[in-house]
């Protein structure tokens, strides 16, 4: 039987420092996918919007070029910082053992929690751009035959 999400941050929140360490890691890694996905994503919607200018004067095009760059820009580097302010913290809990480890775990909760929210928006960004960039190239099509 397949664990859901909050079964399986319940399970890591009881976790050793280690696990949660190398999940930490493993978001810093994710992260610097997304910024590389959007980027491209961006590139993607310029190019094909700018082929039809109707395109790309569009409200959805402008609107899906903006939340990209905020993606790329702010969200994602806020999250990255954040990330990096977890990890120096655990850094500090293992160096000092009267510090709490319970607000660590906590803390590693609400950053999952909020990996999984960019994650299942960014779902949604990619599927707007996806069908962005299907429209121009059948716009792109029909002018041309």
């Known amino acids: ?3 859901t999400s909050s079964e399986k941050h319940a399970f890591l929140l009881e976790a050793p420092l280690e696990v949660l360490h190398a999940e930490s890691l493993e978001w ?5 996918f997304w910024k590389d996905e959007s980027a491209f994503f961006y590139t ?3 190019e094909k919007t700018k082929q039809n200018l109707e395109t790309f004067k569009t409200k959805e095009s402008k ?3 903006k939340h990209l760059v905020y993606i790329s820009a702010e969200k994602l580097d806020d999250l990255r910082i954040e990330v990096q302010a977890h990890e120096q913290f655990l850094a500090r809990l293992i160096g000092n053992i009267k510090l709490d480890d319970q607000l660590y ?3 590693h909760k609400a950053i999952a929690e909020k990996i999984h929210s960019f994650e299942s928006e960014f ?3 990619k599927k707007k751009v996806f069908l962005s960039a299907k429209q121009a190239v059948v716009k792109k099509k029909s002018i041309s035959v």
Do not use: F
């Open 1 to 3: 039987m397949k664990k």
């Open 28 to 32: 810093l890694e994710e992260i610097e």
């Open 44 to 46: 993607l919607v310029i």
């Open 63 to 65: 609107d899906i070029e």
């Open 105 to 107: 775990r906590r803390r």
């Open 123 to 125: 779902k949604e960004m």
